[in-house]
Each structure stands twice: as structure tokens, then as C-alpha cells.
């Protein structure tokens, strides 16, 4: 039976992450908690949970909403909502205090799955690196005390004992010796593990500005949660480009800025190669995440489809193109995107005006559940 404190924490845990929950579009958008982010964990802040309380006035103070004052104005002195910034500096402790959460990362991948209402994915293939897992399935007749199987003990000493005659049913006793002991014995058996290749590519040119680069990493971070939750293993490559492109480590990627021009095409020769050298497609689940706000040299767009529909898309379990806006690029490129989606199931665009689109971007790229 399960003590009070115990019930209580659970039910604790159950608001604490139904609040979560309530206020997942907002994590999403904002990324609030990438910073946070621990190994397995994230930490997340969510207002505390204050019981109300009713304050009585003095007898005979009037009725209830008698006073000065017009209607729907704050109570409050100089009619300000706490916490609303306003007002020289104070002594007194506030009344909106926040608590960090830790929350799993399986359990927000959870979260958004069932907010979101992604599908689950059926990986294909097998990575070529198996793991294995010890299972006690078989009997031995050597092996440690703590594994001893006391009924197969029994059932062997009680056989022995009728074959030997010493057995009486007036007086059963049974006394195993130690040829009779039995041992749980284990099994290695492998298990084959369905991984995914993430690769991430990102124009760096002197368009895509810091604002822009924030919205790439906030909706990495959560594609990462979704797709990590539904494979063994997970690994992200990262490819950035202007009118060159390389691959490059995950820190490169968030905080580069060039200022050359923009040729695609440079990118796809990477990621191609990329493909072909670490990740064979009958084994591999390969999702590619393109980023850019849609400048390419005009030149370089029939070398870029080419490319894309040869080399790299029919490998891909799916391909994200997400153009994110800016002031300065022109948004052209999604447009000779547009051409393909209708041969090209695994083609999936996005548009992502800014950070509170950043969510149904997620829900777009991920939902066909491939």
C-alpha cells in the first residue's frame, strides 16, 4: 500500500505536467527551454500553484462591487496588475513565483505527439551495428545461488527420490542435494536497431540574420525530441552554405555568418556525398532538414532539382524544406519547390513567417509519419 506522500507526489507530478502540457505552443515557439537542456532532461519553468483564499472586509463596508472606481479597472493601488513592470523599484517579495520542472525528454517527444497528433513512424532497415540483450530463457545446472530455480530444484530431487525408492507418500520429505540444484541461465540475443540519419542543412549567407538562425534551432531541437523518441539511435549531421558549402559540427552550424552569395546546389553536392559515404539507405532512415529564406543564383535552380529528386530525395524518408522569412531574401526557392510535391510524396514545405509559426511548421513537416 502506497503511503500518502507518495500518492501526493504523483498527483503533484500529474498537474505539474498537465500545466506543461496546457502551455506546450508556448515552449514550442519560443524555446524557452534549450537553454535548459541536460542530457536527458530538460528544465522547464512553470508558474507555481497558489490555493485561493478569501479575504473578509470590515462589517458594514458596503455591498459587494460598491466603491470608486470604473468598470473592469485593476484592483490594485495605482490600478496595476502585478508583475506588470511598472513603477519604481520595491522591498516586498512579488506574489508570481516560478518553479523549474524537470521533465524527460521521452515525455515531452510524448507531449508533442499527442498535442501535435503526430503519427508513428515505421522505421525500415536495420543499422548494421546490432546490439544484444541478455534474456534468462534456458536452465543450467551450474550458476549463482541468487539465480537458483527453486521449483525445478524441487521437481528434480523429487524425481530422484522416486527413483531411488526413498520416496513415502505417508511421510513426503524432500531434501534436494547438490546435483539436484537448477540455475536460471541466460541468452544473448541480438536485437537489431532501427536508426535515423537527421541531416541539417542551413543557407549562412549575409541573409539569414540571428532571428532566423534562433527559429532553425528551436525547431531542431524539438524535431531531434520526436524523432529520438522513435528510433534506437539518432545521428544529425550538419551541413551550412552560401555559394560554398561543409559539413560542420552542431556549435559551427548555430553561430556561423558568411557574406558571399547563395548557391544551393553547393549544399546538395555535400549532402549527396555525405549520404553515399555513412548512411546506405537499406539500412538507414534518412530525413533531411533544409533551412533558408529562399535566395538562390538564379542559374543554379535546374542543378539544384536535379540533384535533389536523383540523388538525395529518393533515399529519404522524407525531406523538409523549411523558408524561413527575412527581409532580405526573396523567398524565391520554395516556389521551384512547389513543382515537385505532387511527384514527390516525401517532399514536405514549410513556410515560417516567425517564431509562433515555428509550431504548426513541426506539425507540417511530421505528420505524414514517414
Given at each position: 500500500m502506497s503511503r500518502n506522500i507518495d500518492r501526493d507526489l504523483t498527483r503533484f507530478k500529474q498537474i505539474v505536467r498537465g500545466k506543461v502540457r496546457q502551455n506546450l505552443r508556448k515552449y514550442v515557439n519560443h524555446g524557452e527551454m534549450i537553454g535548459r537542456k541536460g542530457k536527458n532532461v530538460v528544465s522547464i519553468p512553470v508558474p507555481s500553484i497558489n490555493i485561493p483564499r478569501?479575504?473578509?472586509?470590515?462589517?458594514?463596508?458596503?455591498?459587494?462591487?460598491?466603491?470608486?472606481?470604473?468598470?473592469?479597472?485593476?484592483?490594485?493601488?495605482?490600478?496595476?496588475?502585478?508583475?506588470?513592470?511598472?513603477?519604481?523599484?520595491?522591498?516586498?517579495?512579488?506574489?508570481?513565483?516560478?518553479?523549474?520542472?524537470?521533465?524527460?525528454?521521452?515525455?515531452?517527444?510524448?507531449?508533442?505527439?499527442?498535442?501535435?497528433?503526430?503519427?508513428?513512424?515505421?522505421?525500415?532497415?536495420?543499422?548494421?551495428?546490432?546490439?544484444?540483450?541478455?534474456?534468462?530463457?534456458?536452465?543450467?545446472?551450474?550458476?549463482?545461488?541468487?539465480?537458483?530455480?527453486?521449483?525445478?530444484?524441487?521437481?528434480?530431487?523429487?524425481?530422484?527420490?522416486?527413483?531411488?525408492?526413498?520416496?513415502?507418500?505417508?511421510?513426503?520429505?524432500?531434501?534436494?542435494?547438490?546435483?539436484?540444484?537448477?540455475?536460471?541461465?541466460?541468452?544473448?540475443?541480438?536485437?537489431?536497431?532501427?536508426?535515423?540519419?537527421?541531416?541539417?542543412?542551413?543557407?549562412?549567407?549575409?541573409?539569414?540574420?540571428?532571428?532566423?538562425?534562433?527559429?532553425?534551432?528551436?525547431?531542431?531541437?524539438?524535431?531531434d525530441t520526436w524523432l529520438r523518441n522513435q528510433y534506437d539511435g539518432v545521428e544529425c549531421r550538419y551541413i551550412i552554405h552560401d555559394a560554398a558549402a561543409k559539413e560542420v559540427d552542431e556549435d559551427t552550424f548555430y553561430h556561423t555568418r558568411e557574406s558571399g552569395g547563395t548557391r544551393i546546389s553547393s549544399a546538395y553536392k555535400v549532402c549527396r556525398d555525405l549520404i553515399r559515404r555513412d548512411f546506405p539507405p537499406s539500412e538507414w532512415n534518412i530525413y533531411c532538414f533544409q533551412f533558408s529564406d529562399g535566395d538562390n543564383w538564379g542559374e543554379d535552380n535546374k542543378d539544384c532539382l536535379q540533384m535533389l529528386i536523383e540523388d538525395i530525395m529518393v533515399h529519404c524518408n522524407l525531406y523538409c524544406y523549411g523558408q524561413v522569412e527575412s527581409p532580405y531574401g526573396s523567398g524565391d526557392f520554395i516556389r521551384e519547390l512547389r513543382n515537385l510535391t505532387e511527384e514527390h510524396e516525401n517532399l514536405v514545405l514549410s513556410e515560417i513567417p516567425g517564431k509562433d509559426a515555428i509550431y504548426d511548421s513541426i506539425k507540417t513537416f511530421l505528420g505524414k509519419g514517414k
Open positions: 478569501f479575504q473578509h472586509g470590515p462589517k458594514g463596508s458596503g455591498g459587494v462591487g460598491q466603491g470608486d472606481g470604473e468598470e473592469g479597472q485593476p484592483i490594485g493601488k495605482g490600478g496595476q496588475q502585478p508583475g506588470d513592470g511598472m513603477g519604481p523599484a520595491g522591498s516586498e517579495p512579488g506574489d508570481q513565483h516560478y518553479r523549474e520542472v524537470e521533465v524527460t525528454l521521452d515525455e515531452l517527444a510524448e507531449m508533442l505527439g499527442d498535442e501535435l497528433q503526430l503519427p508513428r513512424i515505421e522505421p525500415k532497415g536495420n543499422d548494421a551495428i546490432v546490439s544484444k540483450k541478455d534474456r534468462y530463457t534456458t536452465i543450467s545446472d551450474n550458476g549463482p545461488d541468487s539465480l537458483r530455480h527453486h521449483k525445478r530444484t524441487f521437481k528434480k530431487a523429487l524425481k530422484r527420490s522416486i527413483a531411488s525408492a526413498s520416496y513415502r507418500p505417508e511421510r513426503p520429505m524432500i531434501i534436494p542435494t547438490r546435483p539436484d540444484f537448477q540455475y536460471r541461465s541466460w541468452k544473448s540475443v541480438p536485437l537489431p536497431q532501427s536508426n535515423a540519419a537527421l541531416i541539417y542543412i542551413m543557407d549562412v549567407s549575409g541573409s539569414m540574420m540571428d532571428e532566423q538562425k534562433e527559429i532553425v534551432r528551436t525547431e531542431a531541437f524539438w524535431i
